[in-house]
């Protein structure tokens, strides 16, 4: 059987293949028990583009387009401003942080359910615009065949992104197979309503954690509750969840997309402000974080 | 084949088997799907007995020793001389927020992987006075057999407490087959930490969650991010996820266990300090909440 058909040979496709093998023989010395084998995954740039922006600031731009309909005064203020004219200059500026907390803002007063449906109708028809294709269409065939080689193999899939929990878990399931308590994402507070028969949670304006670097670990403790032995990342933001993994006990494989294919993708690693690559890429090999490329390591790039 | 043994025969049994045939039979009117079938059972008093005192209050006790050692000055201040001298009427009349919130503190500083540790080894030995069982053994088997039942039939059950997340994760993967992944609980605040090849969670004195009430529903929509369709609980804690169910489209069942059994385990329910049960029993009926009996509905109490 062919695994990872979409993987090119090569060091990459077997480094992957052996950690598998290795972790679920139940003859080998490196065997795991089905329970830990947990496998983490980042979302944007990982398992599906993120280039020129996050899925997420574009969904954003819809969502401003209706609270300026009702605000206009809003049309000239910043960061407004940028998000309506899809100024990507002002808003690569921001920062990835900056950037989120304000796209999360725009969902505040709906309920999750409310949220979930305008999630699900968006994404029917939004595109990513420099590719041309339908977002939920960015994702990578590779990763949805490693993805499902893990299951295989008994391992539990997460994904731990600094995207936002609930725009996560509105397509997961379908493209990826990875339900929603397996999301893990960065998420507003949000408040318990209940009036009559009508009992919901509220999304708020305000932040409850932005997951990213550092705060991805401390997610995965949460949400979790063990250390995985697998991490895929592609971003400075999936280090310390990677250090994390290789700290542990035992096996363990963190990996790391490098986008260096500009016919095929795009090629940004250091420079793109909102999720640059340099530390991680700088010390891959102190770290023990082996480097994908897409270039090379990827027979195909994206789902049909 | 005789679904739930330990359950006497009656309205109660009837209405999970009843229930559970409804939303997966396929050619059922009923059906829910697969990934929708969301159980949540909240820990203390529904899975296992929480009687005098929570579990987590008696381990407290232990971690206390330890703290008053290094610190003897802590001996004959409060809350800790109550703890110390397992005063229940001091520490009853604290009410069970802040008797949690002071548990969880004792555990600040450690890492969340010592903290797993101390409390694997604690469980295999510590005992409820009361019942002269280990803590452990005091989970009640009628619940065992429901929640593997549950899961027979395509749930994934999931734990929803105002316990700690971490001590729960400890025993509930042997004790109940729910991995740490599917526990919610409450938590306190934890920060990474990194030296050299030592990666870890550090556990902080500050509570980030406590999850009960209105919380255990936000919590929900931070870990599960779906509606649950069956929800187990005993106390006024567990009424806003009772709802939260209920509210939603479809077949829903939320069940309340009444603990009414002084001669097989212990009769409590409004003047228990530590988690009363008033306002859910009073209008379990309007809220469409059906009522369990320990006394009636259990041939069994305990684990063998
Ligand atoms: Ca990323
Ligand atoms: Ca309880």
């Known amino acids: 059987m062919n695994h990872l058909p979409s993987w090119n040979d090569g060091p990459s496709k077997d480094a992957i293949l052996d950690f598998v093998a290795r972790v679920s023989h139940g003859d080998s010395p490196d065997f795991v028990p089905v329970s830990e084998r947990i ?15 996050q899925t997420q600031v574009f969904f954003a731009f819809a969502q401003l387009a209706n609270i300026v309909e009702k605000s206009p005064d809003l049309k000239e203020k910043q960061p407004y401003k940028a998000f309506l004219e899809h100024d990507t200059a002002t808003i690569h500026a921001l920062g990835k942080k900056a950037v989120f907390e304000f796209a999360f803002a725009t969902h505040a007063g709906m309920t999750v359910d409310e949220f979930a449906d305008i999630a699900r109708s968006w994404f029917e028809t939004a595109r990513n615009p420099k590719l041309d294709r339908l977002f939920v269409k960015c994702v990578y065939q590779p990763q949805v065949e490693l993805l499902a080689l893990l299951r295989e193999n008994g391992f539990k899939t997460f994904i731990v992104s600094g ?21 893990v994402g960065s998420s507003v507070k949000t408040a318990f309503e209940a009036a009559g028969k009508l009992v919901s949670l509220r999304k708020l304006a305000e932040l ?44 363990r ?35 023990g974080i082996r480097v994908v490329s897409m270039a090379r390591d990827r027979k195909e790039v994206f789902v049909a």
């Open 163 to 183: 995207g936002g929990i609930d725009l996560i878990r509105a397509f997961a399931e379908l493209a990826y197979g990875i339900p929603p308590e397996q999301v």
């Open 253 to 287: 494989l963190a990996m790391l997309v490098h986008h260096d294919d500009a016919e095929r993708e795009f090629a940004y690693d250091r420079d793109f402000k909102l999720s640059p690559l340099t530390e991680a890429l700088d010390n891959a090999a102190a770290y």
């Open 208 to 251: 409850r954690s932005f997951d990213d670097r550092e705060e991805k670990v401390v997610n995965i403790g949460l949400h979790i509750g063990r250390r995985p032995i697998f991490v895929f990342g592609n971003s400075d933001g999936d280090l310390a969840m990677m250090r994390y993994a290789l700290a542990g006990q035992g096996p």
């Open 39 to 53: 496998a983490c995954f980042d979302n944007d740039g990982t398992l599906w583009c993120e280039f020129p922006m």
